[in-house]
């Protein structure tokens, strides 16, 4: 039997072509694998994959939160839900501990040593990091476990006698000895970024998603407790990362299989030098994007903060869209600059720019038109904004989208001083301003020194920087 072919009339031909190409896993594979001789389109191609497959990923994000919230909360009761809540806030910064060498300070030196073609120096790096982190996460696991037992955990999470104490010390020593495990194979994530093949990040990223989303309902349907949970959602993650491990050393890129006589003190000093400002950038990030809650709390009260938080998640989405679509950019402007491509960084960064701004801004304005209808529907009129508050975040959230491209060609060429320089000031004018404007003008006057100090601290010192840069270069 021919297979089904649809009609070309009045279709473009290339549609056509590929819609009539019968179905094979070769042709699945092919946005991924095919090359263009013409090194600036390659690049190009290689983000809008890796773009694309983060939307995705993130959709999944969005789709697993409305499966996982209600079925976990509805198993687990409120207490343990807040115990598991808990937890993973304390990964989070937990997350500090690789001191940033698994970050993108290791993109950097890798996409450098790309664009030069120098797999011995790319391995050396590799081979540096991933025993670096190994060491403190031996460091960290031997700290743990001199001291585990008498750490009050209980205490610790505030929980009643209904959690058993066996219970809470099996769920911290399992999430524990998974970050331990997981510490030095974090550094995965930059290697693919690092290659400008961040799409393959995500789909291992995709596959492990699902099949905890499974797990997290079988689970669920067993009445299971907070270890079978950390199981699911950390354990079979974790699994995927050790096969994804061992495609990139074994199959990917063998070169960068990180044997101990590769190690040079040379390459950990760079790496902590760039990690640990990557890692101070992250902390003083926190005072522009995570301090509002806590002034408005010490201001104005807690019961103000699910008015800001929820117009804030609304109107900002933007914001994170834009980062997603145009982070793949930080190593491709790397290898570019190690091949002296300066005509295609600044292309590039003209085009990216410009469609974060076309992309961003609109959707921001419909955001933010919609915001009180939105919010209404969503979460009921008792958290509904006023219109000053939702304009001071649309302001924001332009001025966010603007400097965006800005941000990642500081990253991919390692300009990063004046990057980390913007952060902190623009960080202590959000918390300094915050909470006198928030004394004044309420929640208002959150979001108006939040845009204040975009508008005139992040926005200006990073456009003339890039300017700086350009003329320059």
Same mark, same amino acid.
């Given at each position: 039997m021919s297979p089904f072919r649809f009609q070309v009339i009045g279709m473009p031909r290339q549609l056509a072509l590929f ?11 092919? &946005? ?117 037992? @008498? ?41 693919? %970024? ?54 990139? *050393? @074994? ?12 190690? $040079? ?11 640990? $400002? ?34 804030? $998640? ?8 834009? %980062? ?29 720019? *410009? ?17 009180? &209808? ?6 009921? &009129? ?11 975040? *649309? ?79």
């Open positions: 819609l009539n190409t019968p179905l094979s896993a070769e042709r699945l594979k092919t &946005p991924f694998t095919q090359s263009s001789g013409d090194r600036g389109r390659e690049r190009y191609r290689r983000a809008g994959v890796t773009a694309s497959t983060s939307y995705i990923a993130k959709a999944l994000t969005v789709l697993a939160s409305f499966v996982s919230v209600p079925l976990t909360v509805g198993y687990l009761g409120a207490e343990r839900y807040g115990v598991w809540l808990t937890i993973n806030s304390l990964l989070l910064w937990m997350a500090l501990a690789d001191f940033g060498l698994a970050g993108n300070a290791l993109v950097n030196v890798l996409s450098e040593a790309v664009g030069n073609h120098d797999r011995a120096a790319a391995r050396r790096y590799t081979a540096s990091a991933f025993w670096a982190l190994v060491t403190i996460a031996l460091v960290i696991g031997i700290a743990f476990t001199a001291v585990f037992h @008498f750490i009050p955990w209980p205490a610790v999470f505030r929980v009643s006698d209904a959690i058993p104490i066996q219970e809470l010390e099996l769920t911290c020593a399992l999430v524990l000895a998974l970050f331990v495990i997981n510490l030095p194979l974090n550094l995965l994530r930059s290697i693919y %970024n690092a290659h400008q093949e961040g799409y393959l990040v995500n789909i291992w990223w995709i596959v492990g998603s699902a099949i905890s989303l499974l797990g997290l309902i079988v689970v669920t349907r067993f009445q299971g407790g907070l270890p079978e949970l950390v199981i699911v959602m950390s354990g079979i993650p974790a699994l995927v990362v050790f096969a994804s491990a061992y495609h990139v *050393f @074994f199959c990917h890129y063998p070169w960068l299989a990180p044997a101990p006589s590769a190690v $040079k003190l040379t390459c950990i000093r760079r790496l902590l030098t760039l990690g640990g $400002k990557y890692m101070t950038m992250q902390l003083a990030a926190l005072g522009i994007y995570q301090s509002h809650a806590i002034i408005i709390t010490q201001t104005l009260g807690p019961s103000r903060v699910a008015i800001f938080v929820v117009a804030f $998640k609304i109107i900002t989405l933007p914001t994170d869209l834009t %980062n997603m679509g145009t982070e793949p950019f930080i190593a491709a402007f790397g290898e570019a600059k190690a091949r002296r491509d300066w005509r295609w960084i600044k292309g590039a960064f003209k085009n990216a720019a *410009f469609a974060s701004v076309v992309f961003g801004v609109p959707l921001a304005a419909v955001l933010a038109f919609f915001a009180k &209808p939105l919010i209404l529907l969503w979460v009921g &009129p008792e958290v509904v904004p006023d219109f000053p508050l939702i304009l001071w975040l *649309f302001i924001y959230t332009v001025v966010g989208v603007s400097v965006t491209m800005a941000g990642q060609l500081l990253r991919g060429i390692e300009r990063i001083d004046t990057l980390l320089l913007s952060v902190l000031l623009t960080s202590f004018s959000c918390v300094v301003l915050g909470v006198l404007f928030a004394l004044w003008w309420g929640l208002s006057g959150v979001a108006f020194a939040m845009a204040g100090s975009m508008l005139g601290i992040l926005l200006p010192i990073r456009v003339w920087e890039a300017r700086r840069i350009f003329r320059a270069g």
